[in-house]
């Protein structure tokens, strides 16, 4: 049973407001994948007022197509229609939906879906972390944070959110879907510990789609994962192979070597551009992530 999507506080498409009409001649006029946000707050209400309708906090600024709450009964907020812009991804946007350098015009926000999802982030101070919470690293490796659990609840709302924008843009695929922090890494952190391989398992209706994300959350199965592909990451570790589960110098260069190989962005940020292509390598090889983090 689908939850009723709440259009009472769209944003309207005119100067001033954070929409921009109709998808970009760069891109073909449609958008080429969706990225999912976290949105720091701790209800819908909040992201309602920072984000959607005519007299948000932040009107004229950031926006997002959905926002998704936490429980059917926040259910789902539309800010913007699929056929228009949202301005979703603000500054730093380096990358573009395919992990290629961004530019200008096929920046995150002129390129694709926004998706806020409540989800108050990682603990920090006055944010305690509860028992169950995510570990998962910054894309530079260099941080590992706790970061808040997303829902059952959520999950559905997010598949349901995920199969209306495939059915008006169908050409959006599995490998089209990434976090901000994707498109601005080093900048962002959102969505670091996301369920991508649940939602888009449920959006594709495709059991087969790997989990490329869940076993590189952590700096060691990165490294498991480098080391697997060739790279020498010294002798540090329990198993002398490298994989100590501390990002450093070795790490690095492996990743931007990784990166320089396989024709990606040398910007030492693991990504989700990275993880694909690293589940590639591997694949290639005939081997998978279970044998290479045992
Ligand atoms: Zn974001």
Redesign the pocket.
Known sequence: MPVEINENHMIPVAPGQAVGRGWLAPTGRRPMGV?W??TATRDLATCRQVLGGADALRKGIASAHYGVGRSFEEGIDRYVALGDRAW???RGQTLRWDGRRAARATRGARATIGV?TVNIGFARPGVAAGGDWIAAATPNGRHVRRIQPWTDEQVEMMIQVGKEIVARWPRIGPRDHHG?HDVCPGY?E??AGFPFAPVLRGIYEDEAIPDVWGPLWLPRGRQKALIALGYDLGDFGPDGDGADGVWGRFSDDALARFQEAHGQVVNGMWTTFTSWAVYDAIAARGLGFDQILA
């Open positions: 990225t946000h976290w979703h991804a603000g806020e901000h962002k959102d969505v």
